[in-house]
């Protein structure tokens, strides 16, 4: 067997660092992928193997070191795919998919392997009122929740049974076979399909978890929602999810705040508003009318000639800022109503008050004025 310079075929120098080469390597595999080279397979399958072999010894700082000593990598054992499988997808980024597609099903059977993982998280909707969101509050609601299966313990076999070390595996949750294959042979690994991974047999199942070793119950959650929450605000319950498998983390629960809307308030961010109607004559005199707040009522002073669509301001009866002191204020506009019946002795007053503000008597006449407005539309309409 010919001396291989692995520096050659990376085409990099002997200082390189394991950037540097893993760099070359990447360019060079994509390179010469043999699928990318279909009118020159064969060539680029031999490149291709160099490329890895290569990179198999120098992306090793103790192989690296070994054949820099020795200026050789024969003796060293052959090459292990596993071992350099193994650095994992992280390792290389999008890089695996190279891998995904030149070893085909084998790439996917590892990941396959019974290792632990994260439970799902939860979502839970949450409808809350108006003022709860405003000021916050402490509630409780009820989750779906696992446990462990107080009939078989977790296990999933039935009690008095006992679960059995997988024939198959002999308890690795992993079947190796060696495979013949144009870069020489490899091991193959795959998961174990009798136990699925899990390197046992549960010969009878419990019947109250159906094997799973989890039974589905419901917990009581306290929840404690912060003053000043929207609708769309998420509160995160962490370790309250689905439970993990093969001892991996439990998901979290995720509360999703919906506000129902307020009969009387609107709110804009930290501000809200509201509407309230006094009588023209308060509008004119001015005086002090009673406003709804989120804590009830207050009273604000209206001076007088107020226009109707004036709005005044209450600094402070907003909503708070979450997580902060801050607060929004109130905004409150006035309508001002105008009547719709007079009584005889009420027209003639405001006749008298008309005269007196100097309009001519001719034109407001024995109809009011505001009938004399609404008829003046009328026509114009007809
Ligand atoms: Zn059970
Ligand atoms: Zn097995």
Same mark, same amino acid.
């Given at each position: 067997?010919?001396?291989?310079?692995?520096?050659?075929?990376?085409?990099?120098?002997?200082?390189?660092?394991?950037? %540097?080469?893993?760099?070359?390597?990447?360019?060079?595999?994509?390179?010469?992928?043999?699928?990318?080279?279909?009118?020159?397979?064969?060539?680029?399958?031999?490149?291709?193997?160099?490329?890895?072999?290569?990179?198999?010894?120098?992306?090793?700082? &103790?192989?690296?070191?070994?054949?820099?000593?020795?200026?050789?990598?024969?003796?060293?054992?052959?090459?292990?795919?596993?071992?350099?499988?193994?650095?994992?997808?992280?390792?290389?980024?999008?890089?695996?998919?190279?891998?995904?597609?030149?070893?085909?099903?084998?790439? #996917?059977? #590892? %990941?396959?392997?019974?290792?632990?993982?994260?439970?799902?998280?939860?979502?839970?909707?949450? %409808?809350?009122?108006? &003022?709860?969101?405003?000021?916050?509050?402490? *509630?409780?609601?009820? @989750?779906?929740?696992? &446990?462990?299966?107080?009939? $078989?313990?977790?296990?999933?076999?039935?009690?008095?049974?006992?679960?059995?070390?997988?024939?198959?595996?002999?308890?690795?949750? %992993?079947?190796? *076979?060696?495979?013949?294959?144009?870069?020489?042979?490899?091991?193959? @690994?795959?998961? $174990?399909?009798?136990?699925?991974?899990?390197?046992?047999?549960?010969?009878? @199942?419990?019947?109250? $978890?159906?094997? *799973?070793?989890?039974?589905?119950?419901?917990?009581?959650?306290?929840?404690?929602?912060?003053?000043?929450?929207?609708?769309?605000?998420?509160?995160? @319950?962490?370790?309250?999810?689905?439970?993990?498998? #093969?001892?991996?983390?439990?998901?979290?629960?995720?509360?999703?705040?919906?506000?129902?809307?307020?009969?009387?308030?609107?709110?804009?961010?930290?501000?809200?508003?509201?509407?309230?109607?006094?009588?023209?004559?308060?509008?004119?005199?001015?005086? &002090?009318?009673?406003?709804?707040?989120?804590?009830?009522?207050?009273?604000?002073?209206?001076?007088?000639?107020?226009?109707?669509? *004036?709005?005044?301001?209450?600094?402070?009866?907003?909503?708070?800022?979450?997580?902060?002191?801050? #607060?929004?204020?109130?905004?409150?506009?006035?309508?001002?109503?105008?009547?719709?019946?007079?009584?005889?002795?009420?027209?003639?007053?405001?006749?008298?008050?008309?005269?007196?503000?100097?309009?001519?008597?001719?034109?407001?006449?024995?109809?009011?004025?505001?009938?004399?407005?609404?008829?003046?539309?009328?026509?114009?309409?007809?």
């Amino acid at each position: 067997m010919p001396k291989k310079d692995y520096y050659e075929i990376l085409g990099i120098n002997k200082d390189a660092s394991t950037e %540097e080469i893993k760099s070359a390597y990447r360019k060079l595999a994509l390179k010469y992928h043999p699928d990318r080279n279909p009118s020159n397979k064969e060539e680029a399958e031999k490149k291709f193997k160099e490329i890895n072999e290569a990179y198999e010894v120098l992306s090793d700082p &103790e192989k690296r070191s070994r054949y820099d000593q020795f200026g050789s990598a024969e003796g060293m054992g052959g090459f292990d795919f596993r071992d350099f499988q193994g650095r994992g997808p992280s390792d290389f980024g999008d890089f695996s998919d190279i891998f995904d597609s030149f070893f085909g099903t084998r790439t #996917r059977r #590892r %990941e396959e392997r019974a290792r632990p993982q994260k439970g799902a998280d939860l979502r839970y909707d949450l %409808e809350i009122s108006f &003022e709860d969101a405003a000021f916050g509050k402490e *509630t409780e609601i009820e @989750v779906p929740h696992w &446990e462990t299966c107080p009939v $078989c313990q977790g296990s999933g076999a039935k009690p008095g049974s006992t679960p059995q070390t997988c024939p198959d595996c002999h308890g690795s949750g %992993e079947v190796r *076979t060696t495979q013949s294959s144009i870069f020489g042979q490899f091991v193959n @690994v795959q998961t $174990c399909r009798r136990c699925h991974g899990e390197g046992k047999i549960i010969t009878e @199942v419990c019947s109250n $978890c159906r094997g *799973t070793g989890k039974v589905r119950t419901r917990k009581v959650v306290k929840v404690k929602i912060p003053a000043g929450v929207d609708s769309g605000y998420r509160l995160r @319950v962490a370790g309250m999810g689905e439970p993990g498998e #093969r001892g991996g983390p439990t998901g979290d629960l995720y509360i999703v705040i919906s506000v129902k809307p307020h009969k009387l308030f609107k709110r804009e961010g930290i501000n809200i508003r509201c509407n309230t109607t006094i009588s023209f004559v308060k509008a004119a005199l001015g005086g &002090e009318i009673t406003v709804p707040t989120l804590e009830g009522n207050v009273k604000l002073k209206i001076p007088a000639g107020t226009q109707p669509n *004036t709005v005044f301001r209450l600094k402070g009866k907003g909503i708070y800022k979450i997580g902060t002191k801050q #607060r929004g204020d109130q905004y409150v506009k006035i309508n001002v109503e105008i009547p719709k019946k007079l009584s005889s002795e009420q027209k003639k007053l405001l006749l008298d008050f008309a005269k007196l503000s100097g309009e001519d008597p001719d034109t407001i006449g024995e109809k009011g004025v505001f009938d004399k407005i609404k008829d003046a539309f009328n026509q114009n309409e007809g």
